[in-house]
């Protein structure tokens, strides 16, 4: 595994990448606290739109580049959020989506690219 120098302490990147608080505000965005420090806020449209699982992954292959999918409410509310081991969060969406797993490096990766 990749090691990363911090705090002095050589410590496994994974560590790094862990949340150290995962908070929903308003039911619009998730915001995230980092272990070192970083904090994303990363709009819930923007989660439901990159689900990773399996059925929206096939989803997402069928549709053009240039598709724009249209979401309701429900679908980009939040029900409930459960750890999962301890590299991930499953999302359950009020429309009652819920095979999800969003892994802690993935949410990451969408909280550097988001912008808002
Ligand atoms: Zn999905």
């Not at 595994?1 to 705090?7: A, D, I, S, T």
């Not at 949340?19 to 709009?43: F, R, T």
């Not at 989660?47 to 598709?67: D, I, M, V």
Request: aromatic share 8%; net charge positive; charged share 30%.
């Amino acid at each position: 595994m990749e090691r990363v120098e911090w705090e002095g302490q050589a410590l496994p990147l994974q560590r790094i990448m862990n949340p150290k608080k995962i908070k929903l505000i308003e039911n619009k965005n998730l915001l995230i606290s980092w272990q070192d420090g970083k904090e994303h806020s990363i709009p819930l449209l923007k989660l439901r739109k990159l689900c990773p699982c399996a059925t929206c992954l096939a989803e997402r292959e069928k549709q053009s580049k240039t598709y724009i999918p249209v979401f309701s409410e429900n679908q980009i509310t939040i029900d409930e959020i459960k750890q999962v081991g301890n590299y991930a969060i499953a999302i359950f969406w009020k429309d009652g989506h819920n095979t999800g797993i969003y892994e802690y490096t993935f949410l990451r990766l969408i909280g550097e690219n988001s912008k808002d």
